[in-house]
T-cell receptor, first 114, second 112 residues
Framework: KAGVTQTPRYLIKTRGQQVTLSCSPI?????VSWYQQTPGQGLQFLFEYFSETQRNKGNFPGRFSGRQFSNSRSEMNVSTLELGDSALYLC?????????????FGAGSRLTVL | AQSVSQHNHHVILSEAASLELGCNYS??????LFWYVQYPGQHLQLLLK??????LVKGIKGFEAEFIKSKFSFNLRKPSVQWSDTAEYFC??????????FGTGTRLKVLA
């Protein structure tokens, strides 16, 4: 079955702009979580959605937001971009039951802020 | 605040050497523990996990990890590494709030 799909794969923005990233989870997975990956910082948890509800949120400023649609697809938005927002943004999905808490990751969206 | 520490940021080994990557976490309650791996050019993928039961868990490609509750540790081991094990390895923990916390990663380079 198809994996986790993230679009766009690469994008370049300038400071002050905003960006929207998209994630389509594995079919049947209802949980979608987002992570920021930077060298030296590892993966930092942004937020997690389950059945269109934000279930958990990491320690990021309010400029970072997300949502989940009824088909489990998710988007994250970053407003008023800063240079420090340059990173690889990873989306992961997980199922319920026996597969719960095991993440399947997408390839990521690499954001460069100039 | 909950945290995960990976002690080695870069490790270089020759093929057939033994590997042990350290991981310590700070949360004192019930945890689920994971190791994920990112091979060059590939997605992050699950290497192994511990939820409960036998504290020695085995994963793919000959990797294993031991959960030592008293030491808050979940170290990753492999008795004999191969060149194809070159990758970045991430330890992670989920606490009761279902918030994944990852370590900063360890880059392993295996010399042929």
């Amino acid at each position: 079955k198809a994996g986790v799909t993230q679009t766009p794969r690469y994008l370049i923005k300038t400071r002050g702009q905003q960006v929207t990233l998209s994630c389509s989870p594995i079919s049947g997975h209802r949980s979608v979580s987002w992570y920021q990956q930077t060298p030296g910082q590892g993966l930092q948890f942004l937020f997690e959605y389950f059945s269109e509800t934000q279930r958990n949120k990491g320690n990021f400023p309010g400029r970072f937001s997300g949502r989940q649609f009824s088909n489990s697809r998710s988007e994250m938005n970053v407003s008023t971009l800063e240079l420090g927002d340059s990173a690889l943004y990873l989306c992961a999905s997980s199922s319920t039951g026996a597969g719960a808490n095991v993440l399947t990751f997408g390839a990521g969206s690499r954001l460069t802020v100039l | 605040a909950q945290s995960v520490s990976q002690h080695n940021h870069h490790v270089i080994l020759s093929e057939a050497a033994s590997l042990e990557l350290g991981c310590n976490y700070s949360y004192g309650g019930t945890v689920n523990l994971f190791w994920y791996v990112q091979y060059p050019g590939q997605h992050l993928q699950l290497l192994l996990k511990y939820f409960s039961g036998d504290p020695l868990v085995k994963g793919i490609k000959g990797f294993e990890a031991e959960f030592i509750k008293s030491k808050f540790s979940f170290n990753l081991r492999k008795p004999s590494v191969q060149w194809s094990d070159t990758a970045e390895y991430f330890c992670a923990v989920i606490s009761g709030t279902y918030k994944y916390i990852f370590g900063t990663g360890t880059r392993l380079k295996v010399l042929a």
